[in-house]
């Protein structure tokens, strides 16, 4: 490993930036959760937002005043005065005061193109607009990051002038300048090239001198390799935002930087241990800005450690260096076995493991298993993408699958009124199972088949397993396997189910959409009953007590299949 090198400073920008990724809205609530989460991971500096831009993020920096971040800097955002104002009578310099942040980010223009066509002003004003709103921020106590916008554009199209401008800041008592790839049409040699003609350029001012940021967009595909780029050419801040939110094609990707700086380039950037907490994090924000993670993201995506082929899972049972470039532990992930029809006997037996089976390649069920699993992928089940599935089934060929219910037949009705925009549907289904000897026939309504089905099925098991009023629909996703056969396709639904804490993915196929999304619902039931009859240190995969259905429902059979009766007027 090399060694160690300058400290970097990471300044997140998901709760400014971020928020401007199409389709990403935060709410304060969202924004106060988000801000302590990266507190919690040692960001040092976080832009909450532009105060006086919007009522919202008036209210972020009040409440935040109210319980502080335990670590990190909060940063508040704006613009340079406009032209021909003075900064001290500016109205909307005085919100971002009153925010009352210590440091405060400023953004100005560095393009020659910008200043003359958007702003529509000299270029001598706008050096007078840096110097003049850098000076009022420092008046008034606040220390000043600048954010040289449209930074490697305007260096490329007049340098002289770029330069001018980052004079003024740097004279004005500016004490970052963060130079901004704000278009992201920039290459990482070019990035390397001015980041490193800008640093010798510093060198004329006397100390202590300013210290040099990068903010990168990714619309080159380039953002994470642009901000490496320049800090091997000295930069010493880091701007992103987690998971790449932004703006258009989106900013640099910290967790992707994060861990590229510090483990790959021997950069310090966070305490190891919260280190440690990065796929938690992203996570974490992915949920509450509602959008769905990245799977295959580096380092933090569920696939990003997982292993598919037969020949990789042996050797990485062997030495996971073989085919994992670090430990996924080093940033809170974990190695993965997926199971597929390219799956080898390597496969299934690692698999067998993580769900706490016994299963070793002399037992004759681990080959008739493979052999079971390659011609249910050959059908169309897909279980890379349904682990909590394949868990019931190699439990089912090893004796070892719990029984918490059987299905004895259900009835669909669909009802629909209406042409066009004005219409009005309603589905009802009656299902009949049996739960250890007792029979139950319950019914429900919903605004489709399959919601219709879910609850009845809810209704008729949930006096047996209350555990079940925990558990959610999370996702359903349909995929037609052969569409070539037209409305006779067969059909692969996957329903992801969670309890609160943990999540699982069951699936279902059929050529009938509702007898495909009949499978998943009840396989995801079933699996989330087997993990609340688990021991209660066991996680997800770890190892399930055998559940004894008729002891279970020994103590409640009477009383609760009179209630149900009762309810459903069966008596």
Same mark, same amino acid.
């Given at each position: 490993?090399?060694?160690?090198?300058?400290?970097?400073?990471?300044?997140?920008?998901?709760?400014?930036?971020?928020?401007?990724?199409?389709?990403?809205?935060?709410?304060?609530?969202?924004?106060?959760?988000?801000?302590?989460?990266?507190?919690?991971?040692?960001?040092?500096f976080i832009?909450g937002?532009?105060?006086?831009?919007?009522?919202?993020?008036?209210?972020?920096?009040w409440?935040?005043?109210?319980?502080?971040?335990?670590?990190?800097?909060?940063?508040?955002?704006?613009?340079?005065?406009?032209?021909?104002?003075?900064?001290?009578?500016?109205p909307?310099?005085?919100?971002?005061?009153?925010?009352g942040?210590?440091?405060?980010?400023?953004?100005?223009?560095?393009?020659?193109?910008?200043v003359?066509t958007g702003?529509?002003?000299?270029?001598?004003?706008?050096?007078?607009?840096?110097?003049?709103?850098?000076?009022?921020?420092?008046?008034?106590?606040?220390?000043?990051?600048?954010?040289?916008?449209?930074?490697?554009?305007?260096?490329?199209?007049?340098p002289?002038? &770029?330069?001018?401008?980052?004079? !003024?800041a =740097?004279? /004005? #008592? *500016?004490?970052?300048?963060?130079?901004?790839?704000?278009?992201? %049409?920039t290459l990482p040699h070019?990035v390397g090239a001015i980041?490193?003609?800008?640093?010798?350029?510093?060198?004329?001012?006397p100390?202590?001198?300013?210290?040099?940021?990068?903010?990168?967009?990714?619309?080159?595909?380039? &953002?994470?390799?642009?901000?490496? !780029?320049? =800090?091997? /050419? #000295? *930069?010493?801040?880091?701007?992103?935002?987690?998971?790449?939110? %932004?703006?258009?094609?989106?900013?640099a990707?910290?967790?992707?930087?994060?861990?590229?700086?510090?483990?790959?380039?021997c950069?310090?950037c966070?305490?190891p241990?919260?280190?440690?907490?990065?796929?938690?994090?992203?996570r974490f924000?992915?949920?509450?800005?509602?959008?769905?993670?990245?799977?295959?993201?580096?380092?933090?995506?569920?696939?990003?450690?997982?292993?598919?082929g037969?020949?990789?899972?042996?050797?990485?049972e062997?030495?996971?260096?073989?085919?994992e470039?670090?430990d996924?532990?080093?940033?809170?992930?974990?190695?993965?076995?997926?199971?597929?029809?390219?799956?080898?006997?390597?496969?299934?037996?690692?698999?067998?493991?993580?769900f706490?089976?016994?299963?070793?390649?002399?037992?004759?069920a681990?080959?008739?298993?493979?052999?079971?699993?390659?011609?249910?992928?050959?059908?169309?089940?897909q279980?890379?993408?349904?682990?909590?599935?394949f868990?019931?089934?190699?439990?089912?060929?090893l004796?070892?699958?719990?029984r918490?219910?059987?299905?004895?037949?259900?009835?669909?009705?669909?009802?629909?009124?209406?042409?066009?925009?004005?219409?009005?549907?309603?589905?009802?289904?009656?299902?009949?199972?049996?739960?250890?000897?007792?029979?139950i026939?319950?019914?429900?309504?919903?605004?489709?088949?399959?919601?219709?089905?879910?609850?009845?099925?809810?209704?008729?098991l949930?006096?047996?397993?209350?555990?079940i009023?925990?558990?959610?629909?999370s996702?359903?996703?349909?995929?037609?396997?052969?569409?070539?056969?037209?409305?006779?396709?067969k059909?692969?639904?996957?329903?992801?189910?969670?309890?609160?804490?943990?999540?699982?993915?069951?699936?279902?196929?059929?050529?009938?959409?509702?007898?495909?999304?009949?499978?998943?619902?009840?396989?995801?039931?079933?699996?989330?009953l087997m993990?609340?009859?688990?021991?209660?240190?066991?996680?997800?995969?770890?190892?399930?007590?055998?559940?004894?259905?008729?002891?279970?429902?020994?103590?409640?059979?009477?009383t609760?299949?009179?209630?149900?009766?009762?309810?459903?007027?069966?008596?």
């Amino acid at each position: 490993m090399a060694e160690q090198r300058t400290p970097l400073y990471i300044y997140d920008t998901t709760l400014r930036d971020g928020a401007q990724r199409e389709g990403l809205a935060l709410s304060i609530e969202d924004k106060i959760r988000i801000a302590r989460r990266l507190d919690a991971l040692g960001v040092p500096f976080i832009e909450g937002g532009w105060p006086g831009a919007n009522p919202k993020d008036v209210q972020f920096f009040w409440q935040l005043k109210e319980i502080p971040l335990t670590q990190a800097s909060i940063t508040a955002f704006c613009s340079t005065r406009r032209p021909g104002k003075v900064a001290a009578e500016e109205p909307m310099l005085q919100p971002v005061l009153a925010a009352g942040t210590e440091w405060i980010t400023l953004f100005g223009k560095s393009w020659d193109l910008h200043v003359t066509t958007g702003l529509q002003t000299t270029l001598a004003e706008n050096l007078a607009m840096i110097d003049d709103t850098i000076c009022y921020f420092r008046s008034q106590g606040r220390r000043v990051i600048y954010d040289a916008e449209h930074w490697f554009d305007g260096y490329k199209a007049n340098p002289d002038y &770029a330069l001018e401008t980052l004079e !003024a800041a =740097v004279k /004005a #008592g *500016a004490e970052w300048l963060a130079l901004c790839d704000t278009n992201g %049409g920039t290459l990482p040699h070019e990035v390397g090239a001015i980041v490193t003609a800008v640093n010798t350029w510093l060198q004329q001012f006397p100390e202590p001198q300013p210290q040099l940021g990068i903010h990168t967009h990714n619309d080159s595909g380039t &953002a994470v390799a642009n901000a490496m !780029a320049a =800090v091997e /050419a #000295g *930069a010493t801040m880091v701007q992103g935002t987690i998971n790449g939110y %932004g703006e258009r094609c989106g900013n640099a990707n910290l967790c992707t930087l994060i861990p590229n700086l510090q483990i790959k380039l021997c950069y310090p950037c966070i305490a190891p241990a919260r280190l440690e907490t990065l796929a938690e994090t992203s996570r974490f924000i992915s949920e509450v800005v509602n959008l769905a993670p990245d799977e295959h993201a580096p380092y933090v995506g569920r696939s990003a450690f997982a292993h598919k082929g037969g020949i990789h899972v042996s050797a990485v049972e062997r030495e996971p260096k073989t085919y994992e470039h670090i430990d996924p532990a080093t940033v809170g992930n974990s190695r993965r076995i997926v199971v597929s029809d390219q799956a080898g006997l390597s496969n299934v037996l690692v698999k067998a493991r993580s769900f706490g089976l016994e299963l070793d390649r002399h037992n004759p069920a681990s080959r008739q298993l493979l052999t079971r699993l390659k011609s249910l992928e050959h059908e169309g089940y897909q279980f890379e993408a349904a682990e909590a599935s394949f868990e019931l089934l190699m439990r089912e060929a090893l004796g070892d699958r719990p029984r918490f219910f059987d299905l004895k037949g259900f009835y669909i009705n669909c009802q629909h009124q209406g042409n066009g925009s004005d219409h009005s549907s309603q589905s009802l289904a009656t299902i009949k199972v049996m739960v250890g000897e007792e029979e139950i026939l319950a019914a429900a309504e919903g605004n489709g088949p399959v919601a219709a089905l879910d609850t009845a099925l809810r209704k008729a098991l949930l006096t047996f397993y209350p555990a079940i009023a925990n558990f959610h629909l999370s996702d359903y996703k349909v995929r037609i396997i052969d569409s070539g056969a037209g409305t006779a396709a067969k059909t692969r639904v996957l329903v992801e189910s969670g309890n609160g804490a943990q999540r699982w993915t069951t699936l279902g196929v059929s050529t009938n959409i509702i007898e495909a999304s009949y499978q998943a619902v009840t396989e995801g039931l079933e699996y989330g009953l087997m993990m609340e009859t688990a021991r209660p240190h066991c996680a997800i995969g770890g190892e399930i007590d055998r559940f004894d259905a008729d002891v279970a429902l020994q103590k409640t059979r009477e009383t609760a299949l009179a209630k149900l009766k009762q309810e459903l007027g069966f008596e």
